[in-house]
């Protein structure tokens, strides 16, 4: 059973670190893009940040997260992470963990094949 299980969300105030983990299984995510995405209340699902395949990492984030959130990951653990620094109130949302096989980055949800249930972050004033 192929799965991704995020955890690491809860309650932080404004300013504050969370760090989230997403731990696959029933196959290896080692060559794909990893990618975390996060949706608010009556929003549709918005690209966050992705992290590229194999050895070497790139990483792509959205324009409201760069220099405060980092993606990284350990292959052999088969696990992906997110780093949240200066976090603000409307970073409130559930994060999900998603992969993307196709060899291609794309910031959009449709083309992620593999999602995890998510996890919820919220960030008090």
């Known amino acids: 059973q192929v799965q991704l299980v995020e955890s690491g969300g809860g309650l932080v105030q404004a300013g504050g670190s969370l760090r989230l983990s997403c731990a696959a299984s029933g196959r290896t995510f080692s060559g794909d893009y990893m990618g975390w995405f996060r949706q608010a209340p009556g929003k549709e699902r918005e690209f966050v940040a992705a992290i590229s395949g194999g050895s070497g990492g790139a990483t792509y984030y959205e324009d409201s997260v760069k220099g405060r959130f980092t993606i990284s990951r350990d292959n052999p653990k088969n696990t992906v992470y997110l780093q949240m620094n200066s976090l603000k109130p409307e970073d409130t949302a559930v994060y999900y963990c998603?992969?993307?096989?196709?060899?291609?980055?794309?910031?959009?949800?449709?083309?992620?094949?593999?999602w995890g249930q998510g996890t919820q972050v919220t960030v008090s004033s």
């Open positions: 998603a992969a993307n096989p196709r060899g291609r980055l794309w910031p959009s949800p449709t083309y992620y094949d593999y």
